[in-house]
């Protein structure tokens, strides 16, 4: 298959979602990883009931709600750390295979672009603070259409903007229920399986699996 283009999903795909509580770990001692799993599990689950309850609010909005969950759950109450953690999260680090691998598909004349959950304003400076303005011809966020991955308009997006069949788009994610989504839209998922997770969602499955963007 010539593909149309590649997709790529932001968070915890392209950009480290873990890098700005890692920035701040000193203030949190051995409790920085738990805070931060709980941070962008609720991240993710907010969206997910939002979505079902049919009440959109924007990503930026549901990543203060889940940091102020995660803190209140860890006993950490510091103000000044709050607002430090959240400026992070506007210049998260993106993988250290991420850009070789833009560029190269750039050089083959591939065109990219971003789906993401997050707000246009946060896509826009995580890729200016990652430098990979040159590398992405579009960024797609869900608050065009108001509802978050999964929902099927969001993917819809991408083919209704390059006019292409769903199944000539490569989507690549971490996440493995955004890539059963992509899986029932008709994208050709490719699952970039970074921890080595088991496999779910048997009857969505992804086209490859990767460990690395590198292997893209």
Known sequence: MTPTGYVFDAYGTLFDVHAAMRAHARALGDRWEAVSATWRTKQLEYSWVRGLMGSYS??????????????ALHGVGNDALRSALLDAYWTLDAYADVSPTLERLRRDGARTAILSNGSP????AAIRSAKLDTLIDDTFSVDAVKVFKTAPETYRMVTDAWDAKPKKIVFVSSNRWDIAGACKFGFHPVWINRSGAPDEYAKYAPKRVIGSLDEL
């Open 58 to 71: 924007d990503f930026w909005r549901l990543t203060e709600e889940a940091l102020d969950y995660a803190l």
């Open 121 to 124: 304003e946060m896509v826009t």
